[in-house]
């Protein structure tokens, strides 16, 4: 059964760097077709992809936010983590983890299994 | 970067009554397209992926069609359960997995 949870701070400050912990279990991500994404949701408002590491460390950025996310795994630990720069009020969301499998045989590849979430708060 | 668009934002529909909801994309995804529900306080869930390949677990009422641009999910009975908002993702063209903005179905 996989799981994924997501941890970190729940209030930061304008200017400061978020860092978010996402634990899971139930799966590999040194086995082939395997990645591990983040997702953010402002209050209200639609689902935004941000980043997505692979099995093989290769790496995909959100091109509008880019420069501010660093993503990397620990496989020993099970976890990936999440870095953004320069936070915003604007930043406010619910920040999801998502397991994503690679359509067999493609480079495709969608989120099929979701963590609960948790809501960072970006105010002075 | 490939622009999802749902309509409508909101679908009112009677219990036991069939929704159709529409997702278009602003160029060719081929067939790599997911949809999601999403109920207030959860975790988006998948549905469908491929454009019409059923997630394990996920009731026959739901299904999905489309390739290219046009994209429609359909429940064919609704049951309580299924009020929810849904969003459409593609996963065809970089740079970027892209969002549609989400339709909400609720109770007529």
């Known amino acids: 059964q996989i799981t994924l949870k997501e941890s970190g701070p729940t209030l930061v400050k304008p200017t400061q760097t978020l860092t978010l912990t996402c634990t899971f279990s139930g799966f590999s991500l040194s086995t082939s077709g395997v990645g591990v994404g983040w997702i953010r949701q402002p209050p209200g408002k639609a689902l935004e992809w941000l980043a997505l590491?692979?099995?093989?460390?290769?790496?995909r950025y959100s091109p509008s936010l880019k420069s501010r996310l660093t993503i990397t795994k620990d496989t020993s630990k099970n976890q990936v983590v999440l870095t953004m720069t320069n936070m915003d009020p604007v930043d406010t969301a619910t920040y999801y983890c998502?397991?994503?499998?690679?359509?067999?045989?493609?480079?495709?590849?969608?989120?099929?299994?979701w963590g609960r979430g948790t809501l960072v708060t970006v105010s002075s | 970067e490939i622009v999802m668009t749902q309509s409508p934002a909101t679908l009112s529909v009677s219990p036991g009554e069939r929704a159709t909801l529409s997702c278009r994309a602003s160029q060719s995804v081929s067939s790599n397209l997911a949809w999601y529900q999403q109920k207030p306080g959860q975790a988006p869930r998948l549905l469908i992926y491929?454009?019409?390949t059923r997630a394990t677990g996920i009731p026959a009422r739901f299904s999905g069609s489309g390739s290219g641009t046009e994209f429609t999910l359909t429940i064919s009975s609704l049951q309580s359960e299924d009020f929810a908002v849904y969003y459409c993702?593609?996963?065809?063209?970089?740079?970027?997995?892209?969002f549609g903005q989400g339709t909400k179905l609720e109770i007529k």
């Open positions: 491929g454009a019409s």
């Open positions: 998502a397991h994503a499998i690679a359509v067999a045989g493609t480079p495709y590849w969608y989120f099929d299994l």
């Open positions: 993702q593609q996963y065809n063209n970089w740079p970027g997995y892209t």
């Open positions: 590491i692979y099995w093989n460390d290769d790496k």
